[in-house]
Nanobody, 128 residues
């Protein structure tokens, strides 16, 4: 089990950028699969991006592909989400989630039920 803390949320204009960070104090976090999900008011939780704990393989939701980039900094024990070309529909609370032992099937990364550790969430608001 790891304790996750998100940071970096805030406000941006359409077309702008924001960067989110998910930090843990446990170095074992570097071996966890990590994902970002988001939830807008009245909407279901949506998969955004994920990165494997066993290597650099990444996965993205269709709505963010080509605009968002997930990456891992093993020295800082963080997983980051760079969000570019933001749209109003990106407005949501963004949650970091972690899983161990590593998932095998790629399709499982999109399923929030596969993740046992969650951060508290950080608000992202995009306005025109």
């Amino acid at each position: 089990q790891v304790h996750l803390v998100e940071s970096g949320g805030g406000s941006a204009q359409t077309g702008g950028s924001l960067s989110l960070s998910c930090a843990a104090s446990e170095r074992a976090f570097n071996d966890y699969d990590v994902a970002w999900f988001r939830q807008a008011p009245g909407m279901e939780r949506e998969f955004v991006a994920a990165i494997r704990g066993t290597g650099p393989t990444t996965y993205y939701g269709d709505s963010v592909k080509g605009r968002f980039t997930i990456s891992r900094d093993r020295n800082r024990i963080t997983v980051n989400l760079q969000m570019n070309n933001l749209r109003r529909e990106d407005t949501a609370v963004y949650y970091c989630a972690a899983n161990y032992p590593p998932l095998v099937r790629a399709t499982l990364f999109r399923n929030s039920e596969e993740y046992g550790d969650w951060g508290q969430g950080t608000q992202v608001t995009v306005s025109s």
